[in-house]
């Protein structure tokens, strides 16, 4: 069963700075696309950012761009979220979501971490 | 950046009831529509992918369908572990929007 698990969530300033780690097992990592998700309290689903397999590209959402860096690290099959500038808006739970490719390549989140809360406060 | 609306916002159901929700984009995604189910304090569940290919493991009441703009999650015999929100979400271009959810209740 593939696993993802999120870490790194803590309660931080405005202002501060925080690193999201999602750790892989029980798949190849480096050959799956990857994207972070979050969903605010009492508010829906919204992604993130998205890496490719290779880790050479790379999209956010207008809301972090410029703020948020999304990276990974073959090697030791883990996927990262470097968010800097933070602010109270990005209080939420955050997930890892492994992408799929369907026949005609539409990217889809086929599994999924248990998330990660953040919460960005004075 | 191409918006995802949803409808309805809500909606009370039974079990054994059958279940439409509907999810427009604000131009042609070429069918990167996925719906996806989610339980508070649970990981999302990919339900269908491609606007109508049921993910492996899902239970066959759950059907999508649609294409260009507009698309629809049904659900036939609402099952009592089926009460969740649903999103659907394009992933035609970056960003890839969600719309703003559907929550199913008793």
């Known amino acids: 069963e593939v696993q993802l698990v999120e870490s790194g969530g803590d309660l931080v300033q405005p202002g501060g700075s925080l690193r999201l780690s999602c750790t892989a097992s029980r798949f190849t990592f480096s050959n799956f696309e990857m994207n972070w998700v979050r969903q605010a309290p009492g508010k829906g689903l919204e992604w993130v950012s998205y890496i490719s397999a290779s880790g050479g590209s790379k999209f956010y959402a207008d809301s972090v761009q410029g703020r948020f860096m999304i990276s990974r690290d073959n090697a030791r099959n883990s996927l990262y979220l470097q968010m800097n500038n933070l602010r109270v808006e990005d209080t939420g739970i955050y997930y890892c979501a492994r992408l799929t490719r369907g026949s005609d390549y539409c990217p889809a989140a086929d599994h999924w971490g248990q998330g990660t809360l953040v919460t960005v406060s004075p | 950046d191409i918006q995802m609306t949803q409808s309805p916002s809500s909606l009370s159901a039974s079990v054994g009831d059958r279940v439409t929700i509907t999810c427009r984009a604000s131009?042609?995604?070429?069918?990167?529509l996925n719906w996806y189910q989610h339980k508070i304090g649970k990981a999302p569940n990919l339900l269908i992918y491609s606007a109508s290919s049921l993910q492996s493991g899902v239970p066959s009441r759950f059907s999508g369908s649609g294409s260009g703009t507009d698309f629809t999650l049904t659900i036939t015999s609402l099952q009592p572990e089926d009460f969740a929100t649903y999103y659907c979400?394009?992933?035609?271009?970056?960003?890839?929007?969600f719309g703003q959810g559907t929550k199913v209740e008793i």
């Open positions: 979400q394009q992933s035609y271009d970056a960003p890839w929007t």
């Open positions: 131009q042609t995604i070429n069918n990167y």
